[in-house]
C-alpha cells in the first residue's frame, strides 16, 4: 500500500510559480511511476505530468509543455511539480498519483493509476 499527500498549492497571480511536492510513504515509491492530475471545478480530472521510476523519462500534455516540470527524489521519496508562468486556466485541485505495479512504465491516462493523494487547490488570480 501507497500513501500520498500532496502540498505546496495556494493562490498565485498570473505569470507567478509553485512547486508542489508529494511525500509518500512505503520503501517501493522508488519502483513506482508517478504522475500529477488536476481537475477544476465541473470538468474531468486530466493528466499534467509524469515520470518513470527513475525519473529518466517525463510526460506532459502541450497545455503545460514548457512550463511544467515534474521531478523526483527517490531517497526522499517525493515527487515535485514545478509550475511555472501560470495562467489562470491552471486552476485546479492537484492531485498526485502512482502505479500499483512496480513494473508499469509511466501514463497519461487517469484510470491506470491505483493510489491518488487528496489534492492541493492551486488557483490563479488574472
Known amino acids: 500500500q501507497v500513501q500520498l499527500v500532496e502540498s505546496g498549492g495556494g493562490l498565485v497571480q498570473t505569470g507567478g510559480s509553485l512547486r508542489l511536492s508529494c511525500a509518500a510513504s512505503g520503501r517501493t515509491f522508488s519502483s513506482r511511476a508517478t504522475g500529477w492530475f488536476r481537475q477544476a471545478p465541473g470538468k474531468e480530472r486530466e493528466f499534467v505530468a509524469a515520470?518513470?521510476?527513475?525519473?529518466?523519462?517525463?510526460f506532459y500534455p502541450d497545455s503545460v509543455k514548457g512550463r511544467f516540470t515534474i521531478s523526483r527524489d527517490n531517497g526522499k521519496n517525493t515527487v515535485y511539480l514545478q509550475m511555472n508562468s501560470l495562467k489562470p486556466e491552471d486552476t485546479g485541485v492537484y492531485y498526485c498519483?502512482?502505479?500499483?505495479?512496480?513494473?508499469?512504465?509511466?501514463?497519461?491516462?487517469?484510470?491506470?493509476?491505483?493510489?491518488w493523494g487528496q489534492g492541493t487547490l492551486v488557483t490563479v488570480s488574472s
Open positions: 515520470i518513470s521510476r527513475n525519473g529518466g523519462s517525463t
Open positions: 498519483a502512482a502505479r500499483k505495479d512496480l513494473n508499469y512504465a509511466a501514463s497519461t491516462r487517469v484510470y491506470e493509476y491505483d493510489y
